[in-house]
């Protein structure tokens, strides 16, 4: 850091929205916003009634025709039969000023548009749902800055609100952090922190931010040690150790110490598990052939 940006003053920023908006904004991870799950629940209930109730209305509708196509004389099933199956027809009775013609062509009207905005609402739940949850730690220093602090009056009624982690989601929520970067941040973050220009009402200090970037090149430097490792190790056993009962115990063993090292440490899928375990084992299994 220059020493002009060493003596340059973090700016205080006006309390209230500003200064929450800033806070919000100086870290990915503090775009932290609520979902409403119950009220936007609430909210596609009131769409899907909306489009219940015009179904309902236009099923009686078709009732009543089948009843006067099944009831009436040759001239009323004709004409309803033509609307039912000719939209040209069904327009041109609406021009006539047919009443049901009218009402069926109502209801298709508005349930055009209430099938448009229920199926909106529904896909941009969908994807509001489908945002990841805020990082543990960053929510916990995103929440007492908000508890210290207080910028909004309006809504200090609501704090309460903070203990339901599952209803927040961020906005930038990346991929959920392995074991092992989860580790490095909670025992080794305030080592390795990152310092930013900050107010110093916002607690300096009290705040740092993480180096992503950091953390992801440890992570991966001790990822490729602690494989290398198991690697190396396990093949200066087994070249040592010549009784084939006392390998095939070593090839287990350190095979399920790879694989629960790739398990705990890192968010591999099964698949993955199992596909680098294999591979692991096949070398420790030719070794072992190859050396006999």
């Known amino acids: 850091m220059s020493d002009l940006e060493a003596n340059t003053v973090p700016i205080e ?3 209230g929205y500003s200064d929450l908006a800033a806070f919000k904004s100086s870290d990915a991870h503090f775009s932290v916003w609520r979902r409403f799950d119950q009220l936007g629940a609430q909210n596609m209930l009131y769409y899907e009634a909306e ?3 015009l179904e309902f209305e236009l099923r009686e509708l078709d009732d009543k025709d089948k009843e006067t196509i099944r009831t009436g004389n040759e001239k009323e099933k ?3 039969d033509a609307r039912a199956r000719s939209w040209k027809v069904l327009t041109m009775q609406v021009d006539w000023q047919d009443a049901r013609a009218m009402k069926r062509m109502d209801l298709i009207t508005r349930l055009r ?4 905005e229920y199926e909106k609402a529904l896909l941009r739940r969908n994807r509001i749902t489908s945002l990841g949850k805020p990082d543990r730690n960053s929510f916990l220093a995103f929440k007492n800055w908000l508890r210290t602090r207080e910028p909004l009056r309006d809504t200090g009624h609501h704090r309460h609100l903070l ?3 599952d209803d927040f989601c ?3 929520a990346s991929e959920a952090p392995d074991r092992l970067t989860g580790l490095i941040q909670r025992h080794l973050g305030y080592y390795i922190r990152q310092h930013k ?3 110093q009402s916002w607690g300096e200090g009290h705040l ?3 180096p992503a970037e950091r953390i992801a090149w440890i992570v991966a430097i001790l990822s490729v040690l602690i494989l290398t490792i198991l690697l190396i190790v396990a093949i200066v056993v087994l070249y040592f150790v010549k009784p084939k009962g006392a390998r095939l115990g070593i090839v287990a063993g350190f095979t399920v110490m790879f694989a629960a090292s790739v398990g705990l440490l890192t968010n591999a899928r099964k698949a993955e598990i199992f596909g680098s375990t294999a591979a692991y084992s096949a070398v420790l299994v030719v070794f072992v052939s190859v050396s006999n």
């Not at 548009?113 to 448009?116: D, P």
């Open 113 to 116: 548009v209430a099938m448009k």
């Open 197 to 199: 220009p900050i107010p």
């Open 208 to 210: 740092y931010y993480y």
């Open 163 to 165: 203990n339901d982690e």
């Open 78 to 80: 004709n004409y309803i």
């Open 170 to 172: 961020c906005a930038n």
């Open 13 to 15: 920023y006006l309390e």
């Open 51 to 53: 489009v219940q109730q």
